[in-house]
């Protein structure tokens, strides 16, 4: 079925995040000597060095080093005169206003709501699965790709929702919409996704991915929603021949 896999990557990200922010309350009314924060910490690096590491392993995969650093050069022009970074960031503040509306203000809780939903949006849709997984659904029906990714995202937001809170299962959304209109527009682009624009695609993608990772870690300021564009100036490539 087209665009099914679309659908149950989404559900998957809503679902786990839902059972990880239950239990999170339940261990948080017997949590006496505040352990939970200390584990979160954690895990979120342990996390943040598993993404960096994806990151690096995707990247090793570009076969065409030029089109990648251009890629990476248009693709942030792009994205900073759109600056994609302030509009998600301010879709979080939103969500965060609206959720803790009639609430006692906390910064902590705040910063929680939108980096949570930033970083887990970013993380779930730059991916080569969910490009290769939404271009698959919509061309051929194919959803092997994204229902492996369900299952990984599914974990993913699980210890995520632990450590970022609500803003992770509100990524569902973002997947939806982000994979939804690449597996809707596929059709468009099959003359041009050739293997090697894809390649050059998930190679941009890991860039991004070990970027994310790099600002849980260290906490650092890379604007890696800036970057975004950057993944389908590949595509520009094959359409003009040059891969």
């Given at each position: 079925m087209y665009g099914?896999?679309?659908?149950v990557n989404s559900i998957t990200i809503v679902g786990a995040s839902l059972a990880a922010l239950l239990l999170k309350n339940?261990?948080?009314k017997f949590?006496?000597?505040?352990?939970?924060?200390?584990?979160?910490?954690?895990?979120?690096?342990?996390?943040?060095?598993?993404?960096?590491?994806?990151?690096?392993s995707g990247a090793l995969e570009c076969q065409h080093v030029l089109v990648?650093?251009?890629?990476?050069?248009?693709?942030?022009?792009i994205g900073e005169l759109i600056d994609i970074d302030k509009g998600l960031n301010g879709l979080g503040d939103k969500i965060e206003k609206r959720l803790n509306k009639g609430k006692e203000d906390t910064s902590s809780e705040k910063v929680s709501i939108s980096q949570g939903f930033v970083s887990a949006s970013l993380l779930f849709c730059v991916g080569a699965m969910a490009v290769v997984g939404a271009l698959n659904?919509?061309?051929f029906g194919n959803n092997d790709t994204l229902f492996a990714k369900s299952a990984l995202d599914g974990v993913s937001s699980f210890l995520f929702?632990?450590?970022?809170?609500?803003?992770?299962?509100?990524?569902?959304v973002a997947v939806l919409l982000y994979e939804g209109l690449i597996a809707s527009g596929a059709f468009l682009l099959k003359g041009v996704l050739s293997t090697a624009v894809i390649t050059e695609m998930n190679a941009v993608g890991s860039l991004l991915i070990l970027a994310l990772g790099v600002n849980m870690l260290l906490k650092s300021n890379i604007k890696v929603a800036n970057l975004l564009p950057?993944?389908?100036?590949?595509?520009?490539?094959?359409?003009?021949?040059?891969i």
């Open positions: 099914l896999g679309v659908i339940l261990i948080l949590d006496k000597n505040n352990r939970v924060e200390k584990v979160s910490d954690t895990i979120m690096s342990g996390l943040s060095l598993c993404i960096i590491y994806m990151g690096i990648c650093i251009v890629s990476m050069v248009v693709g942030a022009l659904s919509g061309l929702s632990l450590t970022m809170g609500i803003g992770v299962l509100l990524s569902a950057a993944m389908f100036v590949p595509i520009i490539f094959g359409i003009l021949g040059v």
